[in-house]
């Protein structure tokens, strides 16, 4: 089967996370090129601890590329760099804003060689705005965002620590912007031949995940506005973005997620598990199917969306019910008889949840050096992972080299000679 980015060549110089934007490039079939500076390569390699001789960021970021060891900062460096970007599509820089354009590089002088290029620069901060040359990795940008607020710590309890176990999402958010503008910019390139200049922040990728938040946050700073009829409509936005952000605003406090009945976490045997019955349909079904219709007759509800905020009687009567259950038994239940809901798991569970091994997310350590979630995506029922694997730093150097701009050994050599290329691994 032929993939559906088979005929798309990406170019590649980034380091750390924007990695991941070639990344999900490469799980569907591009040819992405990624250039490494001779010697020390992306520094991402040398992140954590390795498994093998990798570390596990760059057998995760860098599955499905081709590495080419070259100095960009050379003459003769910087013209391959040319030559290659004329025969892709497309240039990911995922290093600090503007780093290529210092180079005498960036997207204008590249028109220049390709003038349909797709150029994407994704960065920590942006190319605009009082951060734009602050150093930051990647817990900055969720904590800027409002994602990873301090924790009281273990061993000093008065001492602030950083939230351990954090789910980083500015970091994993903004690559997957990134790869869907490019594959945008080839599509519009290809039909009308017109270049594309991409910008992607994980800063700003971490804000929009936390966007209801922020967005409440800041319409209840506003100042009220006058007249009552503009004031209720404040007031009515702000609810409605409390609400949206499941946050205990000052309008409605009763609709927060600790008052929630229907759409609520409850303790079975062994384990939680989530009730999701805010439609008539599934809370009625849920009642019948626990032999207790006279909960449905008491509290029908609405039609559409009632949590049934604030019911505490109802509550009682639901944590007695689930206690009586395992969450297994629960999970079967719902689908049998079409109630809305969910396990609830701890970080370490899920692995071990059979729908999580039929859904076999697992990339291939054979292939990949480790197992570990690849992509949600499928492709006619096989899910869409890379089949190589991270390559050595400049392990394809030769072999792209050749392929695309017709070098012999000979030039090869004299490259290596100069330190423009460094040695294939």
């Avoid at 980034?14 to 934007?21: I, K, L």
């Avoid at 007759?297 to 609405?302: H, K, L, Q, S, Y």
């Amino acid at each position: 089967m032929k993939s559906l980015l088979a005929d798309v060549r990406v170019i590649e110089v980034s380091m750390f996370a924007p990695n991941a934007v070639g990344m999900h490039l490469a799980d569907l079939g591009a040819e992405v090129i990624k250039l490494e500076t001779p010697g020390l390569g992306d520094p991402a390699r040398m992140l954590g601890l390795p498994i093998g001789d990798e570390s596990p960021a760059t057998r995760r970021w860098n599955r499905g590329k081709h590495s080419v060891a070259l100095d960009l900062r050379s003459p003769e460096g910087a013209e391959i760099f040319r030559a290659l970007v004329a025969k892709a599509d497309a240039v990911i820089e995922g290093m600090r804003a503007g780093s290529l354009d210092r180079r005498g590089l960036g997207y204008a002088t590249l028109l220049e060689v390709n003038p349909r290029l797709v150029y994407a620069s994704v960065s920590g901060w942006g190319e605009q705005g009082p951060y734009r040359d602050l150093g930051a990795h990647g817990l900055a940008f969720d904590a800027y965002a409002g994602l990873a607020p301090a924790r009281a710590g273990s061993a000093h309890p008065t001492h602030p620590t950083r939230p351990m176990g954090h789910v980083w999402q500015g970091i994993e958010a903004a690559p997957l912007f990134g790869a869907m503008a490019v594959v945008s910019g080839i599509l519009r390139a290809r039909s009308t031949g017109a270049p594309s200049r991409i910008e992607v922040s994980q800063a700003d990728a971490a804000a929009v995940w936390n966007g209801w938040r922020i967005a409440y946050e800041a319409a209840s700073k506003e100042d009220p506005l006058c007249g009552s009829e503009a004031r209720e409509q404040q007031n009515e936005r702000i609810a409605a973005l409390a609400a949206s952000a499941e946050f205990e605003g000052p309008v409605e406090p009763m609709q927060s997620p600790a008052n929630d009945v229907r759409y609520q976490y409850y303790r079975g045997t062994d384990g939680m598990v989530l009730l999701m019955a805010t439609e008539t349909r599934f809370w009625e079904n849920f009642c019948r199917a626990v032999g207790r219709p006279d909960l449905f007759e008491r509290w029908p509800g609405e039609a559409h969306a009632d949590h049934d905020y604030g019911n505490d009687a109802l509550r009682d009567e639901l944590v007695e019910i689930f206690a009586t259950r395992s969450r297994a038994e629960w999970i079967e239940l719902f689908i049998e008889h079409d109630v809305a809901g969910a396990p609830v798991y701890e970080p370490g569970e899920t692995w071990q949840d059979p729908h999580f091994q039929a859904r076999a997310l697992f990339t291939d350590p054979q292939v990949h050096g480790m197992r570990i979630p690849g992509s949600p995506l499928r492709m006619e029922g096989r899910m869409a992972v890379a089949d190589r694997a991270a390559p050595k730093h400049g392990a394809d150097t030769d072999e792209v080299l050749r392929r695309l701009l017709d070098m012999d050994d000979g030039r090869l050599s004299e490259l290596r000679k100069k330190r423009v290329l460094g040695v294939s691994e």
